[in-house]
């Protein structure tokens, strides 16, 4: 079967579902893609987009226009189906499944022989097996012989998506050979990078590997930060200047870990081997402290003043985007004007407006300012000098302004 002939099911239409389903549609394939949200929905099948990433609004418009992209609340028959929903943490940093149970039961009806169901949501070991497999099984479908489950973990970069979801290598783990091996054929056919064959678990594991890789050197990181502050040593450049050596890269500290993955994905290891997992927890505790830390310098600069205006400079996890969850800029924002230390003024260069905090463009919140604190190095701060600043106490939480 050509793939003009094949069609496919996206189930949530967020960072990832979006992408991927307008990108499969700008390859032939035939893609219904599916959000519980009207808004969203209604948004895509007008060519437009909800998120900010770059290119995705000309894929959308592309995809949509040309017949090869709907989006609905229900989901359609299709070769292939996706899950791309949400896997949050409740309570005490368990996984959230119930985004991925639902999905599941929402495609179960539409299920026929021959399709092959596809987990591309960052899940904790056994999620295909445990939670999607078996919910089908339970719905009355024949897992080891009519359909094909495998877990393919989106590991694409917010900024870097549409380039990462062709070019990254990919890794497929099937619930048995034969789901990998249908798996695989069917990355192959629009990844350009390698599509690597695995099992379900490892395929799991290895998606909470990378993130936790990276949350555990962004802790070390961090946690040089603090001792440079008590050393009066300027962190970035002695991280330069270590990054020097042939056999270290040390990674950046910030005002801590902010996005949807990294400060969530290791907690996906911790709450199964909490005994084992003792580096992982440390590192998410030494990120998850680092916000603090950040108010606490805030609070020592303003007990100088009467009533300093605090200008905060961005409220993204990263730089260039403009994707609040997790930020622990807002965190900070929020605990600052909660203890009404002075007037706390912002601005979010990629957001216009936000339920909860007044948005001023930056030049004014930086003019107005006593204190600025840089929590984002978006591209509109990377400009600012600090000879600029003089007149100001300048904190920097991401070494952006030089
Ligand atoms: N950060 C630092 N210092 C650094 C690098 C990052 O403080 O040196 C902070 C960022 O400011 C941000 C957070 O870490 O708050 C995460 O940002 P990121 O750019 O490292 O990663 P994400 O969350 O945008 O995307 C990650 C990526 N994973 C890895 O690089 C291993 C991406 O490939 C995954 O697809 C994504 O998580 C995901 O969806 O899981």
């Known amino acids: 079967m050509a793939i003009q002939d094949k069609s496919i099911c996206v189930v949530g239409l967020g960072y990832i579902g979006l992408p991927t389903a307008s990108l499969l549609g700008t390859k ?55 899950l791309a929903v949400p896997t949050p943490f409740k ?42 497999a078996k919910i089908l099984k339970d719905a009355g479908h024949n897992i080891e012989k009519d359909i094909f489950v495998a877990h393919c973990p989106e590991r694409v970069l917010p900024g870097r998506i549409i380039i990462e979801l062709v070019q990254n290598d990919r890794i497929v783990g099937g619930i048995n050979k034969v789901s990998t091996k249908k798996a695989v054929e069917f990355y192959n056919t629009f990844v350009s990078g390698e599509v690597l064959s695995t099992d379900s678990r490892t395929a799991e594991m290895a998606k909470l590997t990378e993130n936790s890789f990276r949350d555990v050197n962004i802790a070390f990181a961090n946690e040089l930060s603090l001792i440079c502050d008590q050393e009066n040593i300027n962190v970035w450049q002695l991280i330069a200047l270590a990054n020097r050596h042939p056999r270290v890269n040390i990674l950046q500290p910030g005002p801590g870990v902010g996005g949807h993955c990294i400060a969530v994905d290791p907690w996906f290891i911790v709450a199964r081997a909490p005994k084992l997992a003792k580096l992982i927890s440390t590192a998410r505790e030494v990120n998850d402290y680092k916000p603090e830390w950040v108010i606490e310098k805030v609070r020592r600069s303003a007990d100088k003043f009467k009533r300093p205006v605090i200008g905060c400079l961005g409220l993204a996890f990263k730089a260039d985007v403009d994707d609040l969850r997790e930020s622990p800029s807002v965190g900070i924002v929020r605990q600052l004007l909660k203890e009404d230390i002075g007037e706390v003024i912002i601005a979010e260069p990629n957001l216009s407006t936000h339920d909860e905090f007044e948005l001023l463009p930056h030049e004014q919140v930086i003019a107005r300012s006593d204190i600025v604190l840089l929590l984002v190095d978006h591209k509109e701060f990377r400009n600012l000098k600090a000879i600029d600043l003089k007149e100001k106490i300048l904190i920097d939480t991401r070494g952006a302004i030089v």
């Open 91 to 132: 309570g005490e940093h368990q996984p959230d499944l119930s985004y991925v149970e639902a999905a599941t039961r929402m495609i179960a009806p539409y299920i026929e022989t021959g399709n092959i169901i596809i987990l591309e949501s960052t899940s904790p070991v056994g999620t295909t097996d445990d939670v999607v």
């Open 28 to 82: 032939g394939y035939k893609v219904h893609g599916v959000d519980t949200s009207p808004k969203i929905v209604d948004t895509i099948n007008k060519g437009n987009i909800h998120i900010v990433e770059p290119d995705l609004d000309i894929l959308v418009k592309s995809a949509v226009q040309s017949g090869k992209l709907t989006a609905g609340l229900e989901p359609q028959k299709a070769d292939i189906f996706i």
